[in-house]
């Protein structure tokens, strides 16, 4: 299944909606939040071109445009928006197995450092 359609289909998931008002030309802010969360996430993870992502939904790209700066904002001031927007990215990670590898980085340094604290602990209690 084509990556823009799982995010399509994890923010129906997230933000309790069917795919088709996801596409339909609603205003109701709880649709237009979730498009707008499927735009960030299209732009900034798929790599899509701000003309395909208005493209796969029959709008102009100045409409996206506006869309993600009004994303940016909202999750600075909007606290129910970011969050129903981090589960939806969290889901989408998961679901793809999307990988960051700054993120991959830290993960594999903390178990390191946990392997180390462990094997720590087992030298000195056979010391003992």
Not at 45 to 61: C, G, P, Q, T, V
Not at 86 to 98: F, G, P, Q, T, V
Request: with cysteine.
């Amino acid at each position: 299944m084509d990556k823009f359609k799982e995010i399509k289909k994890t923010a129906c998931s997230v933000t309790n909606i069917s795919l088709e008002e996801l596409e339909s030309k609603s205003r109701k802010r709880y649709v237009v939040d979730a498009r707008r969360m499927v735009f960030s996430i299209a732009k900034d993870y798929l790599e899509m071109k701000i003309s395909h992502i208005a493209d796969r939904f029959n709008m102009n790209h100045a409409s996206i445009i506006h869309h993600l700066k009004q994303h940016k904002d909202l999750i600075t001031s909007d606290i129910y928006y970011k969050d129903r927007f981090d589960k939806l990215l969290e889901l989408y990670k998961l679901n793809i197995s999307y990988i960051n590898k700054d993120e991959l980085i830290e993960t594999i340094k903390e178990l390191k450092a946990e392997n180390l604290r462990i094997e720590t602990e087992l030298i000195q209690k056979n010391n003992e």
